[in-house]
């Protein structure tokens, strides 16, 4: 490639979509590539760590269904932001634009599209987002996160590629650490609700230790990431029935949180399913019941194939469902030292590296096709 190469990529403002752009952004920088990030005002909370020459916020919306004048108000907001992307584009001149979901990149997505920019859908749960399914038939390639991408038209088959979830370099350094000793006799578990849905887990997992028996409770070792309205009551229903816990609102070390762990307790995001594959940990998964497109459901059911979790719905997740299956899993950690080697073979730890090769592939493209 002649020059500079400089590279957009567009995320939405959650974890969700801006750790595995972070990843992405980490390989392209090691490349030598310069990485520009598009998103929203809510990424100030992650944007600071964020691995890019340059941050621009644009202005963006999600036109949900409702009342009409919110939802037109979405649609003029989006349509504000993709005149101000154009702008951007026009002005910063990259050779890709690599878009991660959420309605904050469509405005970038789009403008690239109409620019003749080369563009890259990354597609990180297993059923194509609103968002990303309104773009795929206009960009260059669709990467995808797992092996069967639900909700994509068959037309559109021949653009995919499969590259994995990219993971933070902090996943990586933490799929290094072995399965949990377990010659103490502890069963180590981790809770964590993700940035939605917390709620049902401070409601239910102290509870469910209530219900196991004093000897089972003693032996658990409890590291349980609430939303910071429950922190003081979830730490004080652990301390009243005896149980080891340490409760906090946020982990900044989550990925070695769940290397420490036997077993992990947790929501279907993307990027939660992924860490538990590349780091090699079972789980016991409760997917969001009333994601619109039911894409928790979707990843769960694809990780649990592999033999690594337990799914069970919101609706069957009880304290007494809950203290049967803990105290099953202190009666054979041998099977859960299993379903964490078949998580592991399940990951993909270098699906930043393959992500990148493939924003490569399309700069180079952008290269010989000027």
């Not at 349980?224 to 009551?233: F, K």
């Not at 099953?328 to 859960?336: C, K, M, N, T």
Request: aromatic share 6%.
């Amino acid at each position: 490639m002649s020059g500079r190469c400089l590279v957009m990529v567009a995320a939405g403002g959650t974890g969700g979509h801006l750790f595995p752009a972070a990843a992405l952004s980490h390989a392209l920088a090691a490349r030598g590539m310069e990485v520009h990030l598009v998103t929203d005002e809510r990424a100030a909370k992650y944007g600071g760590d964020f691995p890019a020459h340059a941050i621009h916020k644009l202005a963006a919306a999600t036109p949900r269904s409702g009342a009409l004048f919110s939802r037109a108000m979405a649609i003029f907001t989006l349509i504000r932001g993709t005149v101000a992307a154009r702008r951007l584009v026009n002005r910063i001149r990259p050779r890709a634009v690599i878009g991660f979901g959420g309605y904050p990149t469509v405005p970038p997505m789009l403008a690239a599209t109409w620019l003749r920019v080369p563009t890259l859908l990354h597609e990180g749960n297993a059923v194509i987002g609103r968002a990303n399914r309104f773009l795929a038939s206009r960009v260059d390639a669709i990467a995808q996160g797992f092996e069967v991408l639900g909700g994509l038209p068959g037309a559109l088959a021949g653009k995919t590629h499969l590259t994995g979830n990219p993971v933070r370099p902090i996943v990586i350094e933490a799929s290094r650490v072995a399965f949990p000793d377990w010659s103490g006799g502890q069963l180590r578990i981790l809770v964590t609700g993700g940035s939605q849905g917390a709620k049902i887990f401070s409601d239910v997992v102290p509870a469910a230790t209530a219900f196991m028996p004093e000897a089972a409770r003693q032996k658990l070792v409890v590291v349980h990431q609430a939303r910071a309205a429950d922190e003081a009551r979830v730490r004080d229903a652990y301390r009243r029935v005896g149980v080891d816990a340490e409760v906090k609102s946020f982990f900044s070390d989550l990925p070695a949180r769940i290397a420490q762990a036997h077993l992990v307790i947790a929501r279907a995001g993307a990027s939660t399913v992924s860490e538990l594959a590349v780091i090699g940990r079972p789980a016991i998964l409760v997917p969001l019941p009333h994601a619109l497109d039911q894409d928790q459901a979707a990843n769960a059911k694809q990780f649990a194939a592999t033999g690594a979790a337990i799914v069970v719905a919101q609706s069957a997740f009880s304290p007494q469902w809950l203290a049967t299956a803990l105290v099953e899993a202190q009666g054979d950690v041998a099977s859960l030292a299993s379903r964490g080697a078949a998580a592991k073979r399940a990951g993909i730890a270098d699906a930043a590296e393959r992500l990148a090769d493939l924003v490569q592939s399309l700069t180079s493209d952008k290269d010989k096709n000027p």
